[in-house]
């Protein structure tokens, strides 16, 4: 397990299963049975309509839709990682989701850019989606 | 109608806290009003000082007011405008007859100049709420913006240089301003030469830190007339959200302002080439142009060649933050406050050397949040037709 000094989310009854799933690799958002309205971040309703919604499991591809270069953070954790980039995400499957994009030449980012999913394991029952750049499949 | 405002002491104010920047700011505008304190019966703070320092229900009782109509509406930096909107309609309807709006922060002083660089949350703290799925990426304030603006960018080619000409605009009125924190003036190349903060914004695409206070009062016509300033009217004013954490924005190369625009436009019964002056909420210059874009001054993606023509300069078409704006001159974090005050002092024609010469139209759109609520105020110097 990697050893996280950064901020961790605290899970609660809607967002368990999500972190939960990212521990084990999996992507999810939520999928609407009633409208159809798929959804990030987890919600106790469905955001268009009020349903209840469901998970869906994403496959983890997706293209960045915008990002920007942080290169002043205070905060311990990512003080000594500037620059570093944090993007909006938008899945195959729809709905955008926020994360670092990694393993990449910061200058090689752009809008545009196809990315899947990469999981830091962080705590037994948490893992932090992140993104870099699509392998060839 | 307003008939009365103040400002506590800026930008730098140490022997101030925040309390007592509204304590002051409250006393300069009773004072500029000609009204007595026991004539206050509606009092709107939206604290933001934190630990309840400042909230309504506190500074009502510091201040002792003994209201009828009381608001605590916080949307961040556009709470003000969103004030404006709500007390027009309770003195509309009756609920109070004269209402005090304050504000105050000693930002610069107590935390200095790390304004959004200092992440939202502190390591190793379990973080709940929405905030969670944003909390372990390290994303900033500014970064919000700066990803605004590279999705604009993207979609139209609004440039660097573009961004910049907002920023050298605003400066220019703050070298008029001897209060102002940045005076010198600066080129468009001194903004792309200053350090990138969170890429494409560099270091003079943010606003100042700074203290600072203000207040307004809001009045009813029957009062307004015996009092010794000249009314500015509310001739309209609306409010719209479209997120509020910045992973929940719809669409990075918009705002509400598109919506909130429009709509106070329509009540004021004015249109864009009605207006004489901009007081827009520049937090970034990104936030300018945005709102430039929402309210219709440019079309949706052409606001960089719009600002790049001059109209928002000293002498131009639609001269914007007269003061010398969050960039240039005093942002302690809710600058909305700010958009209001000058918009009066303007409109009394009481702004001195950067007086807009027969400013009888003001429009202020607050940006608060990451552009997630914006709320926009139409003012007047003359009645409602």
Redesign the interface.
Same mark, same amino acid.
Request: charged share 10%; net charge positive; no cysteine.
């Given at each position: 397990m990697t050893d996280w000094v950064k901020p961790l989310p605290l899970p609660d009854n809607v967002s368990a299963p999500y972190w939960a799933a990212a521990r084990e690799g999996r992507l999810l958002v939520q999928e609407c049975p009633q409208c159809g309205n798929r959804q990030w971040y987890p919600r106790a309703l469905c955001a268009r309509c009020a349903a209840e919604p469901e998970w869906l499991e994403c496959t983890g591809r997706g293209v960045v839709y915008t990002y920007c270069v942080i290169r002043q953070m205070g905060t311990a954790g990512f003080r000594d990682e500037v620059p570093y980039v944090v993007a909006m995400v938008e899945l195959d499957e729809g709905p955008r989701v926020m994360g670092n994009v990694i393993g990449v030449d910061i200058a090689e980012v752009h809008i545009g850019l196809a990315v899947e999913a990469a999981f830091i394991a962080v705590a037994d029952d948490i893992g932090i989606p992140q993104w870099r750049p699509l392998s060839d499949h | 109608m307003i008939v009365g405002i103040g400002l506590s002491d800026y930008p730098r104010a140490p022997h101030l806290d925040a309390v007592q920047h509204h304590v002051l700011a409250a006393r300069r505008a009773i004072a500029d009003a000609g009204i007595a304190k026991s004539d206050l019966d509606g009092y709107v703070s939206a604290g933001g000082a934190g630990g309840m320092l400042d909230d309504a229900i506190t500074m009502a009782e510091y201040l002792r007011i003994d209201h009828r109509y009381i608001d605590s509406t916080m949307t961040g930096g556009s709470s003000f405008e969103f004030h404006v909107q709500h007390l027009a309609a309770a003195i509309r309807d009756g609920q109070c007859d004269t209402a005090l709006v304050t504000y105050g922060s000693d930002r610069l002083s107590a935390t200095g100049r #790390?304004l959004g /660089? #200092?992440?939202f /949350? =502190? &390591?190793? =703290? #379990? @973080? +709940?709420g &929405?905030a969670?799925?944003? +909390? &372990?990426?390290?994303? /900033?304030l @500014?970064? +919000?913006y700066? *990803?605004?603006a *590279? $999705?604009h960018m993207?979609e139209f080619g609004t440039t660097s240089e573009q961004l910049a000409e907002i920023a050298v605009g605003v400066r220019e009125f703050a070298s008029l301003n001897p209060l102002a924190i940045y005076r010198d003036l600066i080129t468009v190349d001194d903004v792309l030469a200053s $350090? *990138? @903060? +969170?890429? &494409?914004?560099h270091k003079l695409d943010c606003c100042a830190v700074t203290d600072g206070g203000g207040a307004f009062i809001m009045t009813t016509a029957d009062r307004a007339r015996d009092l010794p300033n000249a009314p500015v009217y509310v001739l309209g004013a609306a409010g719209a959200q479209t997120h509020w954490n910045?992973?929940?924005q719809t669409d990075?190369s918009t705002s509400a302002a598109a919506v909130a625009g429009p709509r106070a436009m329509q009540y004021a019964g004015i249109g864009v080439d009605d207006v004489d002056l901009l007081m827009l909420y520049d937090s970034f210059t990104i936030t300018v142009l945005m709102l430039l874009e929402g309210l219709g001054f440019a079309p949706r993606g052409e606001g960089g060649p719009w600002v790049q023509e001059g109209h928002l300069r000293r002498g131009g078409r639609f001269p914007m933050n007269t003061d010398g704006g969050g960039l240039s001159s005093c942002h302690p974090g809710m600058r909305g406050m700010f958009l209001i005050t000058e918009a009066v002092r303007q409109l009394r024609g009481h702004a001195g050397v950067v007086q807009v010469p027969d400013c009888k139209v003001a429009v202020c759109a607050g940006s608060g949040g990451y552009l997630s609520a914006i709320g926009v105020a139409v003012l007047s110097s003359e009645a409602p037709s």
């Open positions: - | #790390g /660089t #200092g992440g /949350t =502190q &390591p190793k =703290q #379990g @973080v +709940a &929405p969670q799925y944003e +909390a &372990p990426y390290g994303n /900033t @500014v970064g +919000a700066a *990803m605004h *590279m $999705r993207h $350090r *990138m @903060v +969170a890429d &494409p914004l910045i992973s929940q990075f």
